[in-house]
């Protein structure tokens, strides 16, 4: 495939808009940017990714979290809502416990949960935006899933192995200090990650080459793939895991909700515990609203607050920038997994990534 096919690919006019532009203009700038400095040296300390990564992650992608959960609830029966909410908490408990219990394994899941997010998020991006007609089978879903969520957590292991380790470390510790010894050896084969990941990058590609109708979805799909491989290969994975959820992942969501008609809703529902913001009274709406958000900020710093007087080295044994990056990772990973299975993949009837 030619770079003039991938570039119309990228570029080409889709549904989806400022968005979605905003999140490829922004990968391909960021790309470049920090291959240029790796070419000339360019050196960024650890503290200072750390604080772009926390900027990005917590300013950036948090309020956009919180609203997924805000636009799903909105409509639905009171019912509905507690039992969302019930679920959800449930999910929060038993996945801190797993680290508690055993944070090896609690590491190996928050890895899986962020390919998960950017996997499945940009599947149905794709589906809203500019079609999947290259993907016939639910096989080929998974592995395009796969796929571009490996681009988030398998490429940088593969390209800063030495970085994603001291990481991992850092976060087991906040539970279990030298916990990682038992694994360390993984990392000493990274090609076998490497190897399987491009095996599975080109029969992605393969396959949708192969199904390809003319419609530019294949080329689209292809484009983005290898830009987000550019990206986390180039840019430093501190940075890059806390650009890319903001710029990209959260960007796009946005692109895919205005361009998707609003879900279906059933005239008999009041909307339960959110009832009050369809009211035609705006002083009662900005009361409610104002009430959702002050309760979600607590509500989640109030968790966040639980997790770190529980751990017993909340900054895994490194200074305050880098320690607040591996519990902040920790965190954020404990809030997604629910957000994922509660938001998404147990509400069929709607979900966070709704597409009709």
């Not at 799903?72 to 996945?95: D, E, H, K, P």
């Amino acid at each position: 495939m030619s770079t003039t096919s991938l570039s119309a690919g990228l570029f080409r006019p889709a549904t989806g808009g400022l968005p979605l532009t905003a999140s490829r203009v922004g990968m391909v700038v960021l790309t470049l940017f920090f291959l240029i400095g790796r070419l000339v040296d360019l050196q960024i300390s650890l503290e200072v990714q750390a604080g772009i990564y926390l900027f990005g992650m917590v300013a950036m992608n948090l309020p956009h979290g919180g609203y997924e959960h805000f636009a799903n609830l909105r409509q639905r029966a009171a019912s509905f809502q507690g039992r969302y909410i019930l679920v959800y908490l449930l999910g929060v408990v038993l996945f801190t416990g797993l680290f508690f219990i055993e944070p090896l394994a609690g590491l190996g899941l928050a890895i899986a949960v962020a390919m998960a997010k950017g996997g499945f998020g940009d599947l149905h991006v794709m589906d809203a935006l500019y079609g999947t007609d290259h993907i016939r089978s639910r096989p080929q879903r998974w592995l395009a899933a796969a796929v571009r969520g490996g681009t988030v957590m398998i490429v940088p292991m593969i390209f800063w192995p030495g970085t994603f380790y001291t990481f991992s470390n850092i976060m087991v510790s906040i539970f279990d200090p030298g916990a990682m010894a038992a694994v360390g050896d993984i990392y000493s084969h990274i090609y076998l990650f490497g190897g399987v990941y491009a095996t599975l990058l080109v029969a992605h590609l393969g396959l949708g080459y192969w199904y390809a109708t003319g419609s530019g979805s294949f080329v689209a799909d292809a484009a983005e793939t290898l830009l987000l491989c550019a990206y986390f290969a180039v840019v430093p994975v501190v940075i890059a895991v806390g650009l890319y959820f903001p710029l990209w992942y959260s960007a796009r969501q946005v692109a895919r909700g205005t361009a998707v008609e609003e879900p279906p809703t059933d005239p008999d529902v009041d909307g339960g515990l959110l009832a009050g913001l369809d009211s035609d009274d705006p002083n009662q709406v900005a009361l409610v609203a104002w009430g959702v958000l002050i309760a979600g900020a607590i509500a989640t710093f109030g968790l966040a607050a639980v997790l770190w007087t529980l751990s017993p080295q909340p900054l895994g044994g490194a200074g305050l920038l880098v320690g607040l990056v591996a519990f902040w990772s920790i965190f954020i990973s404990i809030v997604a997994l629910p957000h994922i299975v509660v938001g998404a993949w147990l509400d069929r009837e709607r979900g966070i990534w709704y597409v009709p």
